[in-house]
């Protein structure tokens, strides 16, 4: 076995062991291998090793990446890529025409712009908001630090809710969020735990509105998240090694 794969299993053994700690299911939790910067060849030993969930942040890597792998693979290879970065509005296309889900849609004006692309090449994407729950400054998102409590947060949130529901092209299908760095544990689960009950309460307050999806954790905190409820965690370094 290779030590990419003996990664894999690792990390596949301790996403199920964290989920079997809350009674969850380990099948209801996706890993995607956060492929970024790393080139085409240990993504196809990622797909060898058994992975199919990737995760770009360069909208210009995932053009790149994806039609190079369809060249090697097929296009019918079952690999769903995600996109997990920040979009400049001038590459939002790029996200259009490559990503089967986008997780970090962190403004109205990139859900209107891809409104619009998806319409123009037929496509359909799937998306989840970015939520900024810990209020860390370095941190994008939508404002969501003081939810439970701030009506304007909680009609902000609502309103962009129902207008991505709107869209067409776009479907909402959750949250995202990302915790602080080298923070007790504690305050990483709070993190996890109110975004996934922000999640709850949108349902509640924007009728029809399914957020079930919660892209929470990474290699450092994937455990906690799962323990929370995420149903994705984005894994990289803990697959792949340090990057180059």
Request: overall charge negative; proline content about 3%.
């Amino acid at each position: 076995m290779s030590e990419l794969q003996e990664r894999y299993q690792d990390v596949l053994e301790k996403m199920a062991q964290a989920a079997q700690r809350v009674g969850r299911q380990p099948e209801d939790v996706t890993l995607v291998a956060v492929t970024k910067t790393w080139p085409l060849e240990v993504l196809l030993a990622a797909y060898d090793a058994g992975m199919r969930h990737f995760g770009e942040n360069r909208p210009e890597e995932l053009a790149a990446k994806r039609p190079a792998l369809e060249a090697e693979l097929g296009a019918d290879n079952g690999i769903v890529w995600h996109f997990i970065g920040t979009v400049q509005s001038r590459k939002s296309s790029l996200i259009a025409d490559y990503a089967d889900v986008f997780h970090a849609l962190d403004r109205m004006k990139i859900a209107n712009r891809l409104a619009q692309q998806l319409g123009e090449n037929g496509r359909f994407l799937p998306v989840l908001l970015e939520v900024n729950v810990s209020g860390e400054g370095s941190k994008s998102g939508f404002s969501a630090v003081a939810w439970e409590t701030d009506a304007t947060q909680q009609a902000e949130l609502r309103t962009v809710a129902e207008t991505i529901n709107n869209l067409a092209g776009l479907q909402l299908g959750g949250l995202m969020t990302m915790a602080p760095w080298d923070a007790p544990e504690a305050e990483i689960r709070q993190v996890f735990r109110r975004t996934r009950e922000l999640a709850q309460w949108l349902e509640t307050a924007v009728p029809g509105t399914n957020l079930a999806q919660l892209s929470m954790g990474m290699t450092d905190d994937y455990q906690i998240a799962i323990e929370e409820g995420a149903t994705h965690v984005r894994v990289g370094r803990a697959l792949f090694g340090s990057r180059y």
